[in-house]
């Protein structure tokens, strides 16, 4: 029974806090992110990709590039993902070359993107999602073969 006065009481919070954030560009952000997350991750609506370069081209700021790739290769902008995260890399975070290694793999450049997957997983601890970020990615790019990326099955907790 809680449950069913939970759900309404949080669908209308959160509808609220979405319709109220056009003066702050924090929580215009966030909805941004969650549209992007929820219509075009989780439902596959790829009608909805701007919402994924929307938020990319307002979080890539203040060290914040490694995110920024991430949904610019949601979004589907390539060029722009390589471009964030090899930002990121710059600023000394590592982890972004898992998200170079997926734009480069994506533009042809194989070897690269197993270099760069390479830098990933030496510098990077824990590797669970990468299995979540791959099976993301192909379906937005279902004619990658990421095995190419050498990414071994015992790095990465199931």
Sequence with gaps: MKKAILLPLILGVTT???ASTSNCRGCA???LMLQCDYYVVKQGDMTKRSTCEEYAGIVDVDGASAKAAWYYLL???VDKALDAAERAIGIGHAFANE???YALLIQGKEREAAAAM???REAVHEKSFVKRDIETLKKFY???DFSKLDIRVDEIHQ
């Design 16 to 18: 609220f806090a979405m």
């Design 29 to 31: 952000s966030g909805k």
């Design 75 to 77: 979004a589907g902008n």
């Design 99 to 101: 998200y170079a290694a």
């Design 118 to 120: 390479k830098c990933f």
């Design 142 to 144: 279902p004619s990658i």
